[in-house]
């Protein structure tokens, strides 16, 4: 199967460098672009990240942005959605559109409030158990990356 759709994941200041090559493994096998954003929590190089990714790093493209400002200039026409926990509109909601934009947090904190405050209409959520934190980063991006790929294919 050939995936035409181009997603657009966004790591911002991801913590666990497994997360991220797992991430970068989903991004290769779903043709979806890769943004890392900010201070990243490890090196790009490290063995982990590597390990994780394994032998799909040349098959995804990957991206460094030094802030989530500088992405919005690169593509003021693309929609950037916002994975929360803090929001009550589901993922599911959402009509995907080709070259949107999912931006998830880094795993200790989540994005930050005031930009989901400034953005709420494009935050979005996986639905969980009442008293539960969060779901792994790397199955959160694979939950909403095949939903939309769902819609669009």
């Known amino acids: 199967?050939?995936?035409?759709?181009?997603?657009?994941?966004?790591?911002?200041?991801?913590?666990?460098p497994q997360n991220t090559g797992n991430i970068a493994r989903l991004a290769?096998?779903?043709?979806?672009?890769l943004y890392l954003v900010g201070k990243l929590g490890?090196?790009?190089d490290s063995r982990h990240v590597k390990r994780a990714g394994l032998d799909y790093w040349d098959s995804v493209h990957i991206e460094r942005v030094e802030s989530l400002e500088k992405l919005w200039e690169q593509f003021p026409n693309n929609r950037f959605f916002y994975l929360t926990t803090k929001s009550k509109n589901l993922y599911t909601?959402?009509?995907?559109?080709?070259g949107d934009f999912l931006v998830f947090g880094p795993e200790t904190r989540g994005l930050d409030e005031n930009l989901l405050k400034e953005k709420s209409e494009y935050a979005i959520t996986i639905p969980m158990q009442?008293?539960?934190?969060?779901?792994n980063l790397s199955n959160s991006v694979a939950?909403?990356?095949y939903e939309a790929l769902r819609q669009l294919m």
């Open 1 to 16: 199967m050939d995936i035409k759709t181009k997603l657009n994941i966004v790591l911002f200041e991801p913590e666990i």
């Open 28 to 33: 290769a096998c779903t043709n979806s672009n």
């Open 42 to 44: 490890f090196s790009i």
């Open 93 to 98: 909601d959402i009509e995907f559109k080709d």
């Open 130 to 135: 009442n008293g539960q934190r969060s779901l």
């Open 143 to 145: 939950i909403v990356v």
